[in-house]
């Protein structure tokens, strides 16, 4: 499975982005599908992640209130919104496709990732 991420850009500190997830050739059903960043010179954390049925969601705390995790199976996209954005927010964000239909934050159960979009927020 191969997962296009899109969506990054330069934005200013306050401005928002919409990421999304869509992968080629396969389908997300089923599947819950989670974001992932890796700000520059650090390890990759979790951002947020949805089940399959997009009633239960999980956010890591940094992004809570700021970020929204949704998704369009008609379209089998995954979408990450992300509002009131802040200079801690650059980051390469993956999308990933879970092992199961769990919203889990560990990176060992995500089984298929996609190549990273780089959102950058400037100050």
């Known amino acids: 499975v191969q997962l296009q991420a899109s969506g990054g850009g330069l934005v200013q500190a306050g401005d928002s982005l919409r990421l999304s997830c869509a992968p080629s050739?396969?389908?997300?059903?089923?599947?819950?599908v989670g974001w992932f960043r890796q700000p520059p010179g650090k390890e990759r954390e979790f951002v947020a992640s949805?089940?399959?049925?997009?009633?239960?969601?999980r956010y890591a705390d940094s992004v809570k209130g700021r970020f929204v995790i949704s998704r369009d199976n008609a379209k089998n996209t995954v979408f990450l919104q992300m509002n009131s954005l802040k200079p801690e927010d650059t980051a390469v964000y993956y999308c990933?496709?879970?092992?199961?239909?769990?919203?889990?934050?560990?990176?060992?159960?995500?089984?298929?990732w996609g190549q990273g979009t780089l959102v950058t927020v400037s100050s």
């Open positions: 949805i089940i399959w049925s997009g009633t239960r969601t």
């Open positions: 050739g396969e389908t997300l059903s089923s599947f819950a």
């Open positions: 990933a496709r879970a092992k199961y239909d769990s919203i889990s934050y560990a990176q060992r159960d995500y089984d298929y």
